[in-house]
């Protein structure tokens, strides 16, 4: 079944905790993007990556890092967490490149509680 | 700069009747738009998009939308709602032509209401 995975799904945690939340895709999609989403700001995009070692930082980067070393993973790294990141995160992927008019697949969700 | 509005925070529609999210968006170039909806703790569900051609694509689940270049809009609509059609709407814009960034409305809650 094709599909974006993430974990974990669920995450409590204190302030400046390192925590990795991985996603992982079966689709061999080349474009790999992250979102956080907030009530009544929608979807924000943090990081996208057009291909692997290859990422650049969406709206709203600031406290986040990221990496694609292999095309099916793009794990999303929080240094030190802050409150402020507490949110809903969302991975999600596209066949195709830079012009791809493709839709994005997302996976199911990572809440985040920073206490 | 990329952005997209829907002015809508809540839509209220009784079952049966049609429906219409609404979604405006600014893009420099041509846009790629899409329409993606969001069922209770689910991840976002692709709907439809709009890529050239027609002006009125057709999606999953009986929706549709409008383009309209002249207005910057990209309606979704559905000529019958069913309750279980509620949910959370978002409206998303890639532009064409160097269209790295996918962009985000702050989405519209739908309630059809039996």
């Known amino acids: 079944e094709a599909q974006v995975t993430q974990n974990p799904r669920y995450l409590i945690t204190v302030t400046g905790k390192k925590l990795t939340v991985t996603c992982s895709q079966n689709?061999?999609?080349?474009?790999m993007s992250w979102y956080r989403q907030d009530p009544g700001l929608g979807l924000r995009q943090i990081y996208y990556?057009?291909?692997?070692?290859?990422?650049d930082k969406g709206d709203v980067p600031e406290g986040y890092k990221v990496s694609r070393k292999e095309k099916r993973n793009f794990p999303l790294i929080l240094e030190s967490p802050s409150p402020n990141q507490t949110s809903l995160y969302f991975c999600?992927?596209?066949?195709?490149?830079?012009?791809?008019?493709?839709?994005?697949?997302f996976g199911p969700g990572t809440r985040l509680t920073v206490l | 700069a990329q952005s997209v509005a829907q002015p809508e925070d809540q839509v209220n529609v009784a079952e049966g009747n049609p429906l219409t999210v609404k979604c405006t968006y600014s893009?420099?170039?041509?846009?790629?738009l899409f329409w993606y909806v969001q069922y209770p703790n689910r991840g976002l569900q692709f709907l439809l998009k709009?890529?050239?051609?027609?002006?009125l694509v057709k999606g999953s689940y009986g929706f549709e939308a409008e383009f309209n270049k002249s207005q910057t809009s990209f309606h979704l609509k559905k000529p019958s709602a069913l309750v279980s059609d509620s949910a959370l709407y978002f409206c998303?814009?890639?532009?064409?032509?160097?269209?790295?960034?996918?962009?985000f409305g702050p989405g519209t809650r739908l309630s059809v209401l039996p």
């Open positions: 999600a992927s596209v066949a195709g490149g830079a012009s791809s008019y493709n839709e994005q697949f």
């Open positions: 893009v420099s170039g041509n846009p790629y």
């Open positions: 709009y890529i050239t051609g027609d002006n």
């Open positions: 990556s057009m291909n692997v070692e290859v990422t």
């Open positions: 998303a814009v890639r532009q064409r032509d160097y269209g790295q960034n996918f962009v």
């Open positions: 689709m061999n999609h080349e474009y």
